[in-house]
Each structure stands twice: as structure tokens, then as C-alpha cells.
T-cell receptor, first 114, second 113 residues
Framework: AQSVSQHNHHVILSEAASLELGCNYS??????LFWYVQYPGQHLQLLLK??????LVKGIKGFEAEFIKSKFSFNLRKPSVQWSDTAEYFC????????????FGRGTSLIVHP | DAGVIQSPRHEVTEMGQEVTLRCKPI?????LFWYRQTMMRGLELLIY????????DSGMPEDRFSAKMPNASFSTLKIQPSEPRDSAVYFC???????????FGDGTRLSIL
């Protein structure tokens, strides 16, 4: 069975700091990878996705993620965070070639101080 | 463009009562998911439908939980009888097809007293 691990449970940054959130998954086959964001009191929204092609994907609001197949990783980055980026971030994996059951990580809570 | 619509937004009821949560997926989406979110356990997948057929219900906690999808535009999640430990936010999500990004509803905040 596939699993997703997000290493950072809580991250606190000041505005303009750089951000990197780790995500590792365990599945040996083809995967679709996602990052979702959940702002306080709201539902999850898609930030970015990777299916194939260029392993560096760009999403909304200046976020990007890099798929490193050899490391089974899909880390999320942003060069300069803003107070409005305060939210919960979830990494998710769909194992391809099968039932595509989605698996979410436990989430990382990001607090950005103004 | 209407997103995933869930009702009710909030539900407060006493333990032992039946609770029914409703979801209308985005038109044209053929995959539907029910999740439960709590502080302790994070986001848990309860059940996943594809073309109205349950594909995986291994996340359904116990027999008190049941889910149906009678047609492509409607799904219900029922808890009977409800217990205080069922208190959580329940999200419904849909996707255009298997493996595609999910679109989440606003959730139902359920409190069982």
C-alpha cells in the first residue's frame, strides 16, 4: 500500500523567508502527485500537480514543487512567503495503473509572521 | 461554475441520532470521495466512488457508517447511531476522472453531543 510522509508538522516563518516543505511517498510504480492548501476554516484547494514531463512544476501563488523520482520526493517550495500563505499544506499521491486511490500526508501547518 | 456542494454546513445532534450528510459533485466528474478531518487523525479517506460504484471503502470506520451514490449527481454519508467520537469535519470531493485533481466542498462540521 502506498503511503505519504510529510516531515514537517509545524513550520513558523517570517515574511519574505524561503519555504521548503518535504514530502516523500512509498510506491514503486507510476504516480500522480499533488499539493493542496487549506486556509483557516476553508476547504482544500489544489496548489499544483505533477503527472509527467518536466519534474519542476509551477503552481498558483508562486509555489513550485520538484519531483525527484530517485528519492521518491515531491517537495514544495516558495522563495518568499507572505502572511497570507498561513495555512495547512497537504501532499497527496495517486498510484497510477490501478484504482487510483488517493493517499494524503498528515499535513504541515505553516504560520507566517508579518 | 458551481463547485462541490455539501449540506448541511453545520450539524449538531445528540449521540444515538442518525446523521445524513449530502454531497453534489461537480457535473461531469465521475469520481467522488468522502473524507473525515480531525486534529488527532488528520484527513482520512472514508470511501471512494467511481462511476457511482464504491471502489474502496476500507476507510469506513465501522458498520455505523454507510455511503451511497444513487446517481452521478448525488451522494450521502450516513452515520447511525452517531457517537461523540464521530465529531469532525466531513469533506466531499470530486474529480473529473481517476487520478485527476480533486475539488473539495466546504465541508460539514459535525458535532455529536
Amino acid at each position: 500500500a502506498q503511503s505519504v510522509s510529510q516531515h514537517n508538522h509545524h513550520v513558523i516563518l517570517s515574511e519574505a523567508a524561503s519555504l521548503e516543505l518535504g514530502c516523500n511517498y512509498s510506491y514503486g510504480g507510476t504516480v500522480n502527485l499533488f499539493w493542496y492548501v487549506q486556509y483557516p476554516g476553508q476547504h482544500l484547494q489544489l496548489l499544483l500537480k505533477y503527472f509527467s514531463g518536466d519534474p519542476l512544476v509551477k503552481g498558483i501563488k508562486g509555489f513550485e514543487a520538484e519531483f525527484i523520482k530517485s528519492k521518491f520526493s515531491f517537495n514544495l517550495r516558495k522563495p518568499s512567503v507572505q502572511w497570507s500563505d498561513t495555512a495547512e499544506y497537504f501532499c497527496a499521491v495517486n498510484a497510477g495503473g490501478g484504482s487510483y486511490i488517493p493517499t494524503f500526508g498528515r499535513g504541515t501547518s505553516l504560520i507566517v509572521h508579518p | 461554475d458551481a463547485g462541490v456542494i455539501q449540506s448541511p454546513r453545520h450539524e449538531v445532534t445528540e449521540m444515538g441520532q442518525e446523521v445524513t450528510l449530502r454531497c453534489k459533485p461537480i457535473s461531469g466528474h465521475n469520481s467522488l470521495f468522502w473524507y473525515r478531518q480531525t486534529m488527532m487523525r488528520g484527513l482520512e479517506l472514508l470511501i471512494y466512488f467511481n462511476n457511482n460504484v464504491p471502489i474502496d471503502d476500507s476507510g469506513m470506520p465501522e458498520d455505523r457508517f454507510s455511503a451511497k451514490m444513487p446517481n452521478a449527481s448525488f451522494s450521502t454519508l450516513k452515520i447511525q447511531p452517531s457517537e461523540p467520537r464521530d465529531s469532525a469535519v466531513y469533506f466531499c470531493a470530486s474529480s473529473q476522472d481517476r487520478g485527476q485533481p480533486q475539488h473539495f466542498g466546504d465541508g460539514t462540521r459535525l458535532s455529536i453531543l
